[in-house]
């Protein structure tokens, strides 16, 4: 079982940035590969980012290339969520996840808030 506790939300202007962390509980943390998601008011839970279990291999969701980037540090079992240049549209509770791909999630975190104001 892998516990995820997600945290760096918060209020920020459009065009501010953010870091989100997520800790991971578990000896295994570099066996899984480590997504973050996000879900909107009124909409559906979205993929953003997700990275497998070395870092080595980075994927985002079109939308998103080159504001946010995604990084992992298993020496600290977490994983990070660079976010620049934000937008209104950002807004969203962004929840880590942890499993085999992006489309195989095992593991999800609680959900950490980011408003972004206009």
């Known amino acids: 079982q892998v516990q995820l506790v997600e945290s760096g939300g918060g209020l920020v202007q459009a065009g501010g940035s953010l870091r989100l962390s997520c800790a991971a509980s578990g000896p295994t943390f570099s066996n899984y590969a480590m997504g973050w998601y996000r879900q909107a008011p009124g909409k559906g839970r979205e993929f953003v980012s997700y990275?497998?279990?070395?870092?080595?291999?980075?994927y985002y969701a079109d939308s998103l290339k080159g504001r946010f980037t995604i990084s992992r540090d298993n020496a600290k079992n977490t994983v990070y969520l660079q976010m620049n240049s934000l937008e209104p549209e950002d807004t969203a509770v962004y929840y880590c996840?942890?499993?085999?791909?992006?489309?195989?999630?095992?593991?999800w975190g609680k959900g950490t808030q980011v408003t972004v104001s206009s």
């Open positions: 990275l497998t279990g070395s870092g080595s291999r980075q």
């Open positions: 996840a942890a499993g085999l791909d992006r489309y195989r999630m095992q593991y």
